[in-house]
């Protein structure tokens, strides 16, 4: 589940994609990125390394914003199949996905 509210700015999922490594600023992330009609969401899912899935039990992934960036505010360019994201004073690689499609 995503803990984000769609609706609010009549948002529509293009493209999803779970466990991506991410690097923002050289710093490594396994993220779930959702390419919408207006953003670019990165996700976190928190249940990951909760105690309660290593006893028996099964925490289903929930997810968490961890970074939105408006499709507007970007510049895209794909090497080697990996999705290179200028926004503002960041760069952001997103490994083994081409978003440029759904731009």
Do not use: C, W
């Not at 779970?18 to 959702?34: H, K, P, Q, T, W």
């Not at 909760?50 to 970007?74: A, C």
């Amino acid at each position: 589940m995503y803990n984000y509210d769609f609706k609010k700015e009549n948002e529509k999922t293009l493209l999803e994609h779970e466990n991506l490594i991410v690097d923002i600023d050289n710093n490594s992330y396994n993220l779930s990125v959702l390419v919408t009609n207006k953003n670019i969401l990165f996700f976190r899912n928190i249940n990951i390394g909760n105690v309660l899935n290593t006893r028996g039990m099964y925490m289903p992934p929930e997810y968490e914003l961890e970074l939105k960036i408006p499709k507007d505010k970007i510049k895209i360019n794909i090497e080697d199949n990996n999705t290179i994201i200028k926004y503002l004073d960041s760069e952001i690689i997103i490994y083994d996905l081409n978003i440029k499609a759904f731009m």
